[in-house]
Nanobody, 121 residues
Framework: QVQLVESGGGLVQAGGSLRLSCAAS????????ISWHRQAPGKERELVAS???????NYADSVKGRFTISRDNVKNTVYLQMNSLKPEDTAVYYC???????????????WGQGTQVTVSS
């Protein structure tokens, strides 16, 4: 079983910064992708950023140049550094882990409980 624990959310003024952390534990295979998603009230959950075990990065257009995803494989922790925050970044941010034992197997998907980020104008 896998557990994901997010932390680092809070209230910040527009233009400010926050750093989210996602600590993973349990059966995590070497083939994995960890991503951050967010869901604002009344909107669908959307991908914010992802990082593979090999270090391949992917960002939503809305956060490119402002957010940075990184991982510490020793601590099994992924970070999302969020700079130049805007009110439209307000959402619950969720960490997601996809992992599989072999490339030909389906991904196993796990979600964290979410952390609230609120950006005031």
């Amino acid at each position: 079983q896998v557990q994901l624990v997010e932390s680092g959310g809070g209230l910040v003024q527009a233009g400010g910064s926050l750093r989210l952390s996602c600590a993973a534990s349990g059966s995590i295979f070497s083939d994995n992708i960890i991503s951050w998603h967010r869901q604002a009230p009344g909107k669908e959950r959307e991908l914010v950023a992802s990082i593979t075990n090999g270090g391949t990065l992917n960002y939503a257009d809305s956060v490119k140049g402002r957010f940075t995803i990184s991982r510490d494989n020793v601590k099994n922790t992924v970070y999302l550094q969020m700079n130049s925050l805007k009110p439209e970044d307000t959402a619950v941010y969720y960490c997601k882990l996809q992992t599989r034992r072999r490339p030909y197997l389906n991904w196993q998907n796990y979600w964290g409980q979410g952390t609230q980020v609120t950006v005031s104008s």
